[in-house]
């Protein structure tokens, strides 16, 4: 999850009002499960997918299950450059064995959801700040808008057809709705800040509240690490899960990754890992930027003044020197 180009390219923000949710390198959602509140842009395909390993032990229940899952995401930029359409597929294949029983194998569609992702607020889009481009120190410091984040919601829909996963005695709902706000803060020094608040399963008895909050880091032009926390309440399960991992930018429009996480309580005792790629397509994507004109600070106009009045000196000075 290259947060790092994004936070470079807030910086483009300084001189343009950018009205385009795409970025010059990918902005994938990967490797945490959080979901960014920026979309990938009109017209742009972007497709997300990773491999894991998951072991999965509850000492009340007396079960355990380890095996492999694997992740499928595509976004897709529709309309206008605010909107953005997600399918999102989980596919587990692992042996489960009961306290004393024989392990059968269980594989099946973990979970399968679509929903539609808006930008309510970009606090971006009409922020006007100055460069002073004598002062690093002026240019870096503390910015207290750094707190106003950009706000997405988004409306799903849970599809489950055949699904050998859920919990014990859970009575399957074909289709469920899924609702959830998004903000992302981009604070200085690579450094962003993810949330996530959901409800999921909204109109089943097995309705969830949770949420999510990611910290990201570009270390480089290239690398960004992220740490992230992962909370779910329901009256049937509630956990913590605390997730860390790296991405690596291949190109442009090419991201790897690597992750692992992991709760603190044994029903269940939960560990998962492993890695993924990004990859998008914007060869449709055509640019929205309107150009305006920057207000001229204080500094800006006494420099101006003083290159006339030079400008003026020097052509004096050579009216004096001509015979």
């Not at 001189?15 to 994938?28: A, E, P, R, Y």
């Not at 995401?73 to 042996?95: C, N």
């Not at 607020?121 to 002026?138: F, G, Q, T, V």
């Not at 860390?244 to 005792?269: E, H, I, R």
Request: charged share 25%.
């Amino acid at each position: 999850m290259n947060f790092k180009k994004i936070a470079s390219t807030a910086l483009f923000f300084l001189s343009i009002t950018c009205l385009s949710q795409h970025t010059d390198v990918i902005n994938s959602n990967r490797p945490s499960e959080s979901m960014s509140a920026f979309a990938v842009g009109k017209n742009v395909i972007q497709i997300e997918s990773g491999v894991n390993y998951i072991n999965d032990k509850h000492t009340l229940l007396e079960y355990q299950s380890s095996g492999m899952f694997m992740d499928f995401t595509a976004r897709y930029g529709l309309l206008f450059e605010q909107l953005e359409a997600i399918a999102e597929i989980s596919y587990q294949m692992d042996k489960y064995q009961l306290e004393d029983n024989e392990a059968f194998k269980r594989s099946g569609m973990r979970s399968m959801n679509m929903g539609l992702k808006y930008l309510v607020y970009d606090p971006y889009k009409n922020r006007k700040e100055e460069i002073n481009l004598y002062s690093w120190r002026a240019n870096h410091k503390f910015k207290w808008n750094q707190f106003i984040p950009a706000v997405s919601v988004y409306g799903g829909l849970n599809l489950n057809f055949s699904n050998p996963f859920l919990l014990r005695d859970e009575k399957p709902s074909n289709f469920s709705p899924k609702a959830m706000i998004m903000t992302q803060n981009i604070f200085g020094n690579g450094f962003v800040l993810i949330t996530n608040v959901f409800m999921d399963k909204i109109t089943t008895e097995y309705s969830q509240f949770g949420y999510l909050i990611t910290l990201t880091k570009g270390i480089n032009d290239n690398w960004s690490v992220f740490f992230e926390n992962k909370g779910i309440k329901s009256d049937y399960y509630s956990d913590g899960i605390f997730s860390t991992g790296a991405a690596y930018l291949l190109g442009n429009n090419l991201q790897v990754d690597f992750t692992m996480s992991k709760n603190f309580k044994d029903t269940p005792s939960l560990f998962y890992g492993g890695f993924g790629v990004s990859w998008r397509s914007d060869i449709n994507y055509k640019e929205v930027r309107i150009k305006i004109e920057k207000d001229k600070s204080k500094m800006d106009k006494k420099v101006e003044k003083k290159d006339k009045k030079n400008k003026k000196k020097r052509v004096d000075e050579v009216k004096i020197e001509t015979p």
